[in-house]
């Protein structure tokens, strides 16, 4: 059993940063794809970011490239979202999530651990 528990959310402006924190329990965070996913109101959840537990390889959804970045630190069991530029439609719950596999990554039925979310709200 893995557990998650996200935190960093909060409110900023157009043009600003956050950055969400991710910890997991556990002692095989190492051997996990970690997952950014957020939902919006009325909204879809919909994929952000990820990262691969093999050669840290991190994907990324279109409308977040060259603004978000996805990071882990195996050694403090945490994964990070630097998020930068951000839009008023960035706005949504954040979720973290975590699966044992590499592939398909942006899928979230992938996934078998998720966070409670952290609400990032962005105004203009």
């Known amino acids: 059993q893995v557990q998650l528990e996200e935190s960093g959310g909060g409110l900023v402006q157009a043009g600003g940063s956050l950055r969400l924190s991710c910890a997991t329990s556990?002692?095989?965070?190492?051997?996990?794809?970690m997952g950014w996913f957020r939902q919006a109101p009325g909204k879809e959840r919909e994929f952000v970011a990820a990262i691969r537990w093999t050669f840290g390889l991190s994907y990324y959804a279109d409308s977040v490239k060259g603004r978000f970045t996805i990071s882990r630190d195996n050694a403090k069991n945490t994964v990070y979202l630097q998020m930068n530029s951000l839009k008023p439609e960035d706005t949504a719950v954040y979720y973290c999530a975590a699966t044992k596999r590499e592939l398909r990554l942006g899928m979230l039925e992938v996934y078998d651990y998720w966070g409670q979310g952290t609400q990032v709200t962005v105004s203009s």
């Open positions: 556990g002692r095989t965070f190492s051997s996990y794809s």
